[in-house]
């Protein structure tokens, strides 16, 4: 059984771990036969369980290294316990990980897996769940006689303790029939990436909490019978399928419905029920055929912080403007000093921070042509091949980021040839110096928010020092001979043809301020731990050096995590706010000087040096322009024919991102100051030394200034929120005057 296994050197004494309270995790040697062989990491069996356990109970996690410890702790707990669903019991209830995925598995009874709490069977093609009706009654199910000769199981097997059942990659046709009567506490259920076909339906338990049926090309539509039993909803996964429509009474009744992902469909419109969905807080549409947004339908979300409608075929937002100015009745007197936790101000879209809306035709006309500087065009092959790779830099949803060291050439435009390195190391062909620069490559035509199009139109229009500046586009070595032949090509989205394969960026120096958005809060960054704050992650030596993409981490794309005095990522007060008006000033730039929204405001977006509080901010993919800006912009519509578009107020954009901008401000001042900080005034550039002591009266004053401008930023109405102009300058001054910054040359 598993006594030919070693003991997995995390493991804790089973009995210790249960007269501790804690939860033990049956991870390895819990299927004894040969034929259910699978041990997986502990980091990742944590994860798993992670769900179940108590945030307040101070669970302990032990794996066990025999099927027999493990059965005998399932039976012990099932007898301790009247009911393993009772949520009361949680914190001391056993958590048993069973892990069967890719095991070439044709038929498996559920009965299997009684007193399973989180069961994988994902990759399992084939596999034969159809029938599955109801409980079978006892002799004991085979494997449980393969595992346990003796009576120690229930007399009748019970799958009450499921919790999480993965059945990904399976090539299941249809949801397994019986999964409400054999599963009445299933929580998570994920049919991903299988071959249902025509509706989705089934009979599903009331207890589920989050349904992933992401990825089923042949699914058209949902049936509302099957979505509207189930009131717990928090999540629901329909991306990439072929929807065509959604139903709109059923979605109106899962009002607890958090995050909704219906990106790359066939969906023509969004039911205008899901203005009922009063808790939704994610809305990812993008990539479907919508010509219309139910706008004033989502302006009365109170808690939708997201929206992503990219690349679909909205002509038109009339109506918004009208919705932004209207009084709103949540804005009164009654409701004045009242603030209701991740919610903004009252009145429409009130917590909306984060839009894309980039690739739509209601905002063709509003692309700028790209600086001079910026419109160059090289040839993938040239940087693949004659330039000199360096190290990984980092890896995202839309492509992977590495450096690379050659001399891109100073004359000419498009078309233009990267030259190779061939006078000795970091020279180029006169003996200069080779710049090492960051080459983001996309992975394909479209990103999680974006098109590749649209980010690199972007990339090649802003010019602020705390934005990320694009040396040029990289694409195919066809498509820059043509370029090269008609100068620097067109300025709109479709002037790059085929699609662009990469951009070329100036490496920044400094790491991400925060991590990405994982788990609860929603939205929200995870940031270092206030004590012990480890250095950033060095970059990955092999691409392959994690294959659990939830638990891979990376430096971030165009940083150079390398120097050894980046050793963390907290600020001192006074460089704090010299980040923070960094940042508004290249918010300002966006949206004054170009009608542009970065859509993706975050502040694991941000590089930042923590010696000098020099901020960056990268990731286009999700910036969209939405109206004819200043400068080269201006330029650009005196010379389109045909009226503007009819986009409502741009004052209205620059207002969602305001909100974005501080709830960054907040958690910039709580995780991201340090404790320690310079007395005297050595915070500035050049500034004199001194030792490190603790400041109190810097750390608050940075706070309190903080804090100051995120309330104007996130919880006053949007007509009242001060524009990024406005902050940098407050910013800025609060650096001087409260933190004693003498430095001039990092503020914009």
């Not at 006892?138 to 199981?153: A, Y």
């Not at 008609?486 to 394969?501: I, K, N, Q, R, T």
């Not at 150079?560 to 704090?576: C, K």
């Not at 509080?613 to 990731?619: C, E, F, H, M, P």
Request: overall charge neutral; proline content about 8%; aromatic content about 4%.
């Amino acid at each position: 059984m598993g006594s030919g296994r070693s003991t997995p050197t995390s493991a804790l004494p089973l009995a210790a771990a249960l007269a501790a309270g804690g939860v033990v995790l049956a991870a390895a040697g819990y299927f004894g036969c040969s034929a259910y062989d699978r041990t997986i990491s502990r980091r990742k069996a944590e994860r798993l369980a992670r769900p179940w356990l108590s945030k307040d109970a101070g669970n302990r996690i032990a794996t066990v290294d025999s099927a027999a410890a493990a059965l005998a702790a399932m039976t012990s707990s099932s007898t301790s316990s009247s009911s393993s669903s009772s949520s009361s019991s949680r914190a001391s209830a056993l958590v048993v990980v069973a892990n069967l995925s890719d095991k070439g598995l044709r038929s498996f009874e559920l009965t299997e897996l009684a007193g399973v709490t989180s069961a994988d069977l994902s990759g399992n093609e084939g596999l034969d769940l159809a029938t599955v009706d109801s409980l079978p009654p006892p002799p004991l199910s085979r494997l449980l006689l393969l595992l346990l000769p003796s009576p120690l199981w229930p007399s009748r097997p019970s799958l009450a303790s499921l919790r999480s059942l993965g059945l990904s990659r399976c090539a299941l046709r249809s949801v397994p029939r019986g999964l409400a009567g054999a599963c009445p506490n299933l929580s998570d259920l994920d049919l991903s990436h299988n071959e249902l076909e025509g509706a989705f339906k089934g009979d599903l338990p009331k207890s589920l909490l989050r349904l992933n049926a992401q990825g089923n090309r042949k699914l058209t539509s949902v049936d509302g019978e099957t979505l509207a039993p189930l009131p717990n909803l928090i999540l629901l996964g329909l991306k990439s399928c072929s929807l065509e429509s959604l139903p709109g009474p059923a979605l109106g009744k899962l009002t607890r419905l958090r995050e909704l992902y219906v990106t790359d469909n066939r969906l023509r419109e969004l039911p205008r029920e899901l203005g009922l969905c009063t808790s939704l807080v994610k809305l990812q549409a993008s990539f479907n055929l919508l010509e219309s947004l139910p706008l004033a339908e989502l302006a009365g979300l109170p808690r939708l912080e997201m929206l992503r409608a990219a690349a679909c075929r909205i002509s038109s937002l009339a109506g918004l403007g009208e919705l932004l100015v209207a009084p709103s009745p949540s804005s009164s007197s009654s409701n004045k000093g009242k603030k209701v936790k991740d919610e903004g101000a009252g009145g429409p879209f009130r917590s909306l921070c984060w839009l894309s809306l980039a690739g739509n035709p209601v905002f063709d006309p509003c692309i700028p042509p790209p600086r001079a500087e910026a419109a160059r065009v090289f040839a993938l092959d040239e940087v693949l091949n004659r330039g000199s790779r360096g190290e990984e830099l980092g890896s995202g949803a839309s492509g992977d980021v590495v450096a690379v060291r050659f001399d891109v050439g100073g004359e000419g435009g498009g078309g233009m040839r990267i030259k190779s390195k061939s006078k000795g190391e970091g020279e180029g062909e006169e003996g200069s110096a080779v710049p090492t620069l960051a080459f983001k490559r996309f992975r394909g035509d479209a990103g999680p928010d974006g098109r590749a199009v649209d980010e690199v139109s972007v990339a090649r229009a802003v010019s602020h020092a705390a934005l990320a500046s694009t040396v040029g586009t990289v694409v195919e070595a066809a498509a820059a001979a043509a370029v090269g032949e008609g100068g620097e090509g067109g300025s709109s989205s479709s002037s790059l043809s085929p699609v662009p394969s990469g951009l070329l960026l100036e490496l920044i120096e400094g790491k991400p301020l925060a991590d990405k958005p994982r788990g609860d809060p929603l939205l929200r960054c995870t940031w270092p731990a206030a004590a012990a704050l480890p250095p950033s992650r060095p970059p990955p030596q092999s691409s392959s050096s994690s294959s659990d993409s939830d638990s891979k981490t990376s430096p971030h794309p165009n940083s150079n995590p390398a120097s050894e005095s980046l050793s963390s990522r907290r600020l001192s007060p006074a460089h704090a706010l010299v980040a923070a008006a960094r940042l508004a000033s290249a918010l300002a730039h966006l949206h004054v000087d170009l009608g542009c929204a970065h859509g993706d405001f975050y502040a694991h977006n941000i590089l930042c040096d923590p010696r000098n509080g020099k901020a960056t901010l990268v990731d286009f993919g999700a910036a969209f322009f939405y109206r004819r800006g200043g400068g080269q912009a201006q330029g650009r519509g005196e010379a389109e024919e045909g009226p503007p578009p009819p986009p409502p107020p741009s004052s209205a954009f620059e207002a969602f991102e305001q909100r974005a901008f501080g709830i960054f401000l907040r958690e910039l001042a709580e995780h991201g100051i340090e404790e320690t900080a310079q007395a005297g005034g050595g915070e500035g550039g050049g500034g004199g030394g001194g030792g490190r002591s603790r400041t109190p009266g810097l750390v608050s004053k940075a706070r309190t200034a903080l804090e100051r401008a995120a309330a104007a930023s996130a919880d006053a109405p949007l007509g009242e929120r001060p524009g990024f102009s406005v902050l940098a300058r407050d910013l800025a001054l609060a650096a001087r005057e409260q933190c004693g910054y003498k430095g001039e040359e990092l503020i914009c």
